[in-house]
C-alpha cells in the first residue's frame, strides 16, 4: 500500500506538486489508478486518477476512511537540536514512525544549534507519517526558549519529564516513573545537558528529572527511546 499527502485533498481534487510528480513520474501511475491518499488529520481516502499531471495530479474520492485516534494517550517530544542537521532529521523520522504526536524544538542555555530551519524537518516527517501508514501528521512547534517552554507547561496536568545525566541532581528511571494511559511531556537537552538553572526551574514547575537507563545516551537516541518506551509501556496494560 502506497499512501499519498494531500491536506486540501476533499476541497482540491488535486494532489499537491510533489506528490504529483512522486505518483506520475516516479511510480508511473495512470488514469484509472486507484491510491491513498491522507489529509494528515486523520482521514485516508481511497481515490482514482483522473488526470496523472505531475504537478497537479486531478483525482475522485471514493471512499472516506476516518481513522479513530483511539491510542489514549499524547506524547510531546520537546528537544534541543542538534548540531548535526542530519542526526535531527533522523530523530524526526523515527518519531514520528513511533507515533509521536508533537515536536518541539527547544533552545536551551548551552544548546549547539540556536537556528533552526523547520521546513526540511517538516518534509521528512511528511515521508515518515506516509511511509508508516500513519493518518496524522505530528505538530512541528518552532524553536521555543526553555524557559517559555517551561512556563506554558507549568499548569498541565500531563506527566512531565526531562532526560538528565549529572550526577548532581537525584533522578528516578524513566520506564518506572511513566504510567499509562497519560499524555506525556519529555525534554531532551543538548549534548551538554540542561543547565543548573534550567534543571531547578523544571522541577519547580513539575518537570521529573529521569535517566534512560545506565549508558549515556547522544539527544536524538534519548528522544527515539523515550517515544518508544511510552508506546511500549501503553501496550503492556
Not at 212 to 228: H, P
Request: hydrophobic share 40%.
Amino acid at each position: 500500500m502506497i499512501q499519498f499527502y494531500a491536506p486540501e485533498i476533499e476541497t482540491t481534487g488535486m494532489l499537491p506538486e510533489g506528490e504529483s510528480a512522486h505518483c506520475c513520474r516516479v511510480l508511473r501511475m495512470r488514469q484509472g489508478d486507484e491510491i491513498y491518499v491522507t489529509d494528515g488529520r486523520g482521514a485516508r481516502f481511497l481515490c482514482r486518477i483522473n488526470d496523472p499531471h505531475p504537478s497537479h495530479t486531478e483525482v475522485s474520492i471514493i471512499e472516506k476512511i476516518e481513522i479513530p485516534d483511539d491510542k489514549g494517550f499524547s506524547i510531546n517530544l520537546a528537544v534541543a537540536p542538534t548540531k548535526n542537521a542530519d542526526r535531527m532529521e533522523w530523530l524526526a523520522e523515527k518519531a514520528v514512525e513511533l507515533g509521536v504526536d508533537c515536536i518541539t524544538l527547544l533552545k536551551c542555555h548551552r544548546s549547539e544549534r540556536k537556528i533552526m530551519k523547520s521546513e526540511r524537518l517538516r518534509k521528512v516527517m511528511v515521508s515518515a507519517m506516509k511511509q508508516s501508514l500513519g493518518s496524522r501528521l505530528p505538530q512541528l512547534i518552532e524553536l521555543t526558549d526553555f524557559n517559555d517552554f517551561i512556563k506554558s507547561n507549568a499548569d498541565s496536568p500531563n506527566q512531565k519529564f526531562f532526560g538528565y545525566c549529572s550526577a548532581d541532581y537525584p533522578k528516578k528511571e524513566f520506564a518506572k516513573e511513566c504510567k499509562p494511559g497519560n499524555d506525556v511531556v519529555v525534554m531532551i537537552g543538548p549534548e551538554g545537558d540542561f543547565s543548573e538553572k534550567e534543571v531547578e526551574l523544571a522541577v519547580e514547575n513539575g518537570f521529573m528529572p529521569v535517566s534512560f537507563g545506565e549508558k549515556r545516551l547522544r539527544t536524538e537516541t534519548a528522544g527515539v527511546f523515550a517515544v518508544a518506551a511510552v508506546n511500549v509501556i501503553n501496550q503492556i496494560l
